[in-house]
Structure formats: C-alpha cells, structure tokens
C-alpha cells in the first residue's frame, strides 16, 4: 500500500533536517507513524534512561510502589540522588485499611498516597521521574566506567532487537530509502551510535514540544557506560490496541532497590485466577464493592428463586489470616448495620463463611482467637475449616468433597514470590525471595538492593526470614534510605563507587506486635514481640480504639489521613455508601 502524500510531505520535512544530532522531532518521529499510519508502522524505538555522568548526581532507580519503595523514596536525599520509581501503579496503598473500603466504610481515595506526593523530586527534578511500567529484567552485568571524548553515549534500540541499536537517523534513513522505493520500512540496520543524548525524557518534550532541544551535557569528559539495564514495558491497562501498545524502554541505574512486592498465593488450586478476587489492590477493592452490590440488587430483582438468591448473597472467604478476617469482619458489620435496614426484603438470604485450613489468625496467642472466633461466630460469620480443592463459576469444591455455592469470592491465603522475582537469576532465600544479606544487598550483584516482601535473608546470614508485613516493609525501606544517603554523601553514589565502603550498623527488625479488627467496634492487639513474650495483649473495644488511632496516625499523609477520619464519622452518622457507582 503506497503512503499517503502528506506522510511524504512530513517525511521530506524532517528529512532536511536530519543531519542535526537528535533533533527533537526525529525522536518524535516512530510515534508520529505507529499512530497515524498503520502500514508504516514501526516497532516503538526501545528508548532509554542512559547512564549517568561524572557530574551528574547518581541514580536510585526503585522497583515498585508499595510500603518498602515508598518509605525508600521518601527519605533519599535528592540532593545527592535522582530518584527514578518503575511502577504499574503511581500510589501507594495503605493495605491495613483496604478491607474497609470493600464495603464503603472508606473511600478508595482515602487509601491511595499518589507517589508524587511521598517524593515530590518525583515530579519536579529534572533527573528524577516516576514511569507507569512493570520491569521485566534485570541485566546486572558489572558497570564499566571508561573515557570517552562523547559525553553520555546513549543507545536507543527497536523492540525486540538487542543486537540492532538503532537511533532515529537510521530509521530516517530507512524510512527515506523505503519510500523513495515506495515501500515501507522493514528492518533495523545495525549501526554504530552518533554521540548524542537520547532520553526518554527527550522523546516525551519532543513528542509535546516540537521546537524543544535536548540540552547537551557540555561538560561531561568521562561518562560511565552501563552494562546494567532495566528493562521495562509500559502498563497501558490493555485499552485500544492501536494506540496503546505496551512501549518498551530501558533504564540504566547506579543503584538499584528492587520493592516489587509479593503475589497472592494460590497453592496451583484451579479456577481461583479465573472466578475468584484477590484483596491486594484498590482496584480489587473496587471489583468486589460492585460484585456485593449487583448480587444485593439482583437478588431483589422478581423471578429469583430463593435457591439463586443465596448464593448469590453467599460471601466465601478463603484464608483465615489477618487479611481474610478482617474483610469477613468488615462485611457481617456491612450486612448487621446497613443491609438489614436498606436491603431488608434478602437480609435473610445474605451470609458470610471463612474457609481456612488451620487455626484463623494463627498468628496471634490462643487467646486473642478464642475472641475472634466467639466474635466472629456471634456476628454470623460461618467459620468452616476445609481446604479448597477446586474453584468453578458458581462454586467452590472442598477437599472432603463438600460443594460451597457462592455469588461472591474473596481469596486471601498469604503470598508468594511473583514471576518477575521468580526469573531473577539472583541466589534466593528460602522461600524464594530474593536473597539479600545483613545490609539487605543482593551480594550476587554490585549496586543492588532488595526490600519489602520481595526479599528474605539469605541463608548464610544465619537470619530467619521475617514476615510478609507492611512494618517490616517499611522499616527496610527507611533504613537503606539512610544506607544509600551515608553513601552517596560519603562519595559512593555512583556505580561501582561503593565497593569497598564502611557501611556500618546492618538492618535489625524489631517487632513491634500485630493488630486486626473483627468487625463491629471489637479488635485485637498484641504488643508483644512473640506470642510467648511478656507485654500488653488485649481483645475488645479498647483495642478497637487503639487500632483505629494507630492507623490514623500511620496514614502517610494530612489529606488521606483528613479523609479517613471525615469517611468514618460519616459512614457512623450516615451508614454506608451503597450506590454502585
Ligand atoms: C489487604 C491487606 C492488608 C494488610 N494489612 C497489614 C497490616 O495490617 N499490617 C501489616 O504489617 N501488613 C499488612 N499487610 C501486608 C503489607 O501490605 C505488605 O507486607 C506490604 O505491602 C509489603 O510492602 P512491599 O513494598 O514489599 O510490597 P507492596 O506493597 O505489595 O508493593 C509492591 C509494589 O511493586 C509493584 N510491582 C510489582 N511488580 C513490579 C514490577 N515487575 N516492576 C515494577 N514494580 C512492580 C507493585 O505494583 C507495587 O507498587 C496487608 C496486606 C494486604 C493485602
């Protein structure tokens, strides 16, 4: 198919100009055609965040959003590093409040700490960004540094073409010799790199400022050419697949935090992905308040039998943890409070049953889930102790062959590494974590470090490996804020300039004891750092108080942690928000 005369009109255009290094349109132009054209269409350029230069602060590049991340940036110093997040997701959620916004206690807002708000260098520093991307791999060959008459020598490649680099001179110049042939540009020469700087931030200004140049780096003589690479692929949420294919891209670091979190389990039981809903994301939070509310006004719909109406008000939750707990207390005080007065023609057919396979909150002493199970049971929360063996639409299939009719699943039974940490050629800890020594480095790999509920000891450090928990989370990020400061302020921020560094103190976690509400103005709290340890450990409404007013405390910033308090005195005075919006 011949281009259009317009696209040739372009085409001569920015032909004319394409002797000039990097001029910003040229770096505009893939998208221009992947956009507008489809026959010409070229594989996005996978751009880059290169190396940095001597003179230049050096780069934390953080992997992921969560507890461990976020606590991370929000200490680094900006004015030592650039700080770079890669996340599918630009906030933060506050998970110990997230059971609460599945039944409109809380709204989803007041759960989610948008990013630049915990790090506004984020958003601000010219070095410093945050990309909405997953990170794919890790290439963590050893950074070189060399002398180089080209100041930060940049590589920019087509998708899937490790062995092309390709720069958008040459994809002009295919592009002219295609269509002065009057064909379309096939493949990627093999070429060797202009000296030029090519970022992706470049690209973005290009793409929105024609006129706009990339500023060069006069005065760099000695730039450190990374082997180190991340490679990410945006998140694009799978809208229109013309317009928004995934874009890959490629970021180099002088230090690399890796805070990607941990995945729900599923111990390979089938159906669970397909007909279940995890409790991890807002956006999981937001699927199951919709999934409650059709089922509530559906059952109220004439024509359904009574047999359909419970199941479909039939709320099954699977996994007896803190997690699982606190949702199945957050709905029996959902369903006592505003569906018995607001929905009262099916208040009779809606029920919630925990299914877990040992002890519920086998984390907590005998007799703070003595209390919870009382409590829960008196609240109407049927508690079933069974394995599930198989999840189908419209039903669950127990080990001793007991089939649970349910309109709604909720899936909680703990964590485990995610695929991305499991391709990760690093020496793991057991259970698969990545291993991470006393200063929670990946001793595998120079400048990498690893938090949160990705990680764990390794073996060698004689150290066990501490809970999936937003405290633990936290504090690693917090202390390896103040590792990487005393570095970088010390000289050893860039890659390869800490080899030999004093660190100082290792990290050491300190427990400082576990909460969960059951619902209904009761919770546990336990300030002990072991179940057999001496300390304060009590059930009922005190504790309830206590657990609302540490998590207020903990909210991370003064407008969600306005919300959450406007959001509860609200839902007591008013009921819960049941519009399903
Ligand atoms: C509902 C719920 C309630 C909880 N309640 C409590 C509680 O009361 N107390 C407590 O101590 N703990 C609690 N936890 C556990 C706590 O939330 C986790 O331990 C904590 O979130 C771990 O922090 P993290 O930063 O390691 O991971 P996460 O917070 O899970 O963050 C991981 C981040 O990495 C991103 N990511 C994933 N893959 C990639 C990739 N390939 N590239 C880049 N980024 C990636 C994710 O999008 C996310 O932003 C709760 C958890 C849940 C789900």
Known sequence: MAPSPWLFNLTRTLLKSHRTPTSPTLTALPRLFSSTSPPLR??????????????????????GSGW????????????????VCVSPRNLMVFTPLLASTCVGTLEFRSVAEPIARIQPSISRDPGSYFFLARCKAVDTDD???????????????????????????????????????GNPPLQAKETTLPPSQFSLKNAQQAAFNPSSTPCPNEEKTKSRVGKAWLHCETVTDGGNPSNL??????????????????????????????????????????????????????????????????????????????TGVEFSGELSDFIIRDVHQRYSHVKDFIHVTLIEANEILSSFDVR?????????????????RGIVKDVQPEKIILNDGTEVPFGLLVWSTGVGPSPFISS???????????????????????????????????????????????????????????????????GGGHANSSKDMELGDPFVYKHLGSMATVGRYKALVDLRQSKEAKGLSLAGFVSWFIWRSAYLTR????????????????????????SRI
């Open 424 to 490: 990760l050629q690093f020496p793991k800890s057991p259970g698969g974590r990545i291993g991470v020594d006393e200063w929670l480095r990946v001793p595998a790999a120079q400048d990498v470090f690893s938090i949160g509920d990705c990680s764990g000891f390794l073996e060698s450090t004689g150290k066990p490996t501490l809970r999936a928990l937003a405290q633990v989370a936290e504090r690693q990020g917090k202390y390896l804020a103040g590792l990487l400061n005393r570095i970088g302020k010390a």
């Open 42 to 63: 070229l594989s996005p350029p996978e751009a880059g965040l290169g190396p940095t230069g001597a003179g230049e602060k050096p780069r934390v590049v953080v992997l």
């Open 555 to 578: 909210v991370v910033s003064w407008r969600n942690r306005f919300y959450v308090a406007i959001n509860w005195a609200t839902t007591f005075v008013f009921g819960r928000d049941l």
């Open 143 to 181: 950074h070189t540094e060399t002398s180089s008459p080209e100041p930060n020598l940049q590589s920019v490649e087509f998708a899937n073409s490790e062995a092309s680099p390709m720069i958008p001179f040459q994809i002009l110049d295919i592009l002219r010799d295609r269509l002065e042939d």
């Open 368 to 384: 703070l889930r003595q209390y919870a199970t009382n409590h829960l049971t008196k609240s109407g929360v049927w508690l079933v």
């Open 245 to 322: 294919e995934p874009w890959n891209f490629k970021v180099s670091y002088d230090k690399l935090v890796i805070a990607s979190g941990a995945e729900a389990s599923t111990f390979g039981t089938q159906g669970v992905k397909k007909h279940a809903i995890f409790l991890r994301e807002v956006a999981h939070a937001q699927e199951i308040r919709r999934k409650l509310l059709l089922n509530l006004m559906l059952s109220d719909v004439p024509g359904i039998s009574d047999a359909e109406k419970s199941r479909l008000l039939h709320c099954v939750v699977v996994g007896g943890g803190p």
């Open 68 to 83: 461990a991340g976020c606590r991370l940036m929000k200490g680094i110093d900006t004015s030592v590093y650039d700080v």
